[in-house]
Structures are given as structure tokens and as C-alpha cells.
């Protein structure tokens, strides 16, 4: 079992800038790829990117595509979000996830591929 724990989030104003964190301990030698996720009032969770971990195939969903940027340091067992040109409809909880099945999609983007979840951290972006 992976334990997850997302951290740098927090209030930042319209164009800003935050890279936020998703160190992982426990049994991680099994996880296959590591996602973003947000979560705003009322709405439904909503993919941003997949990171693979054997390897650094990524993917982005076109919402944020050439904003977000997803990377990772395997020695460190941690993936990065690194999130520019904040809008204020990017308000959100953010949570990574892990998923450890091999075969399926190598880039999942439903929920229900991810077997594992962080807490989540508030990002708030003010206008």
C-alpha cells in the first residue's frame, strides 16, 4: 500500500505560479503511473495529467495543456505539479493519485484507475 501526502498549495493571485508536491511512502515499488486531479465545490473531479513511473511518458488533458506540467523524482518517490497562468476558475482541491495495475491504460484519466489518493491540497486563485 502507498501512502500519498500533496503539499504547495495555497492563495495566489490570477497569473501566478505554483509547483505543488506529492511524496509517496510505503509499498511504491509496484505503482505503474502517478496522476493530478482537482476537485472544485459542486463539481466533478476532473483529470490534469498523468505522469508514467517506469519511464516519464506523460499525458495532459487539453484543459490545461502547455500550463500544467507534471514531472517527478523517482529517487525521491515524489511527482510535481507545476501549474502557470493561474485563472480563478482553477480553484480547486488538488490530489494526486497512484495506480499500480500493469496492463489496462498506460495513461489513465478515470478515477477508477487509481487505487490510491493523497489528501488533497487547497488551491486558491483570487482576480
Known amino acids: 500500500q502507498v501512502q500519498l501526502v500533496e503539499s504547495g498549495g495555497g492563495l495566489v493571485q490570477a497569473g501566478g505560479s505554483l509547483r505543488l508536491s506529492c511524496a509517496a511512502s510505503?509499498?511504491?515499488?509496484?505503482?505503474?503511473?502517478m496522476g493530478w486531479f482537482r476537485q472544485a465545490p459542486e463539481k466533478e473531479r476532473e483529470f490534469l495529467a498523468v505522469?508514467?513511473?517506469?519511464?516519464?511518458?506523460?499525458f495532459d488533458a487539453d484543459s490545461v495543456k502547455g500550463r500544467f506540467t507534471i514531472s517527478k523524482d523517482n529517487a525521491k518517490n515524489t511527482v510535481y505539479q507545476q501549474i502557470n497562468s493561474l485563472k480563478p476558475e482553477a480553484t480547486a482541491v488538488y490530489y494526486c493519485?497512484?495506480?499500480?495495475?500493469?496492463?489496462?491504460?498506460?495513461?489513465?484519466?478515470?478515477?477508477?484507475?487509481?487505487?490510491?489518493w493523497g489528501q488533497g491540497t487547497q488551491v486558491t486563485v483570487s482576480s
Open positions: 493519485a497512484s495506480r499500480s495495475r500493469v496492463g489496462g491504460n498506460c495513461y489513465p484519466r478515470g478515477e477508477y484507475e487509481y487505487g490510491v
Open positions: 510505503g509499498r511504491t515499488f509496484s505503482r505503474t503511473a
Open positions: 505522469i508514467r513511473w517506469i519511464g516519464s511518458g506523460t
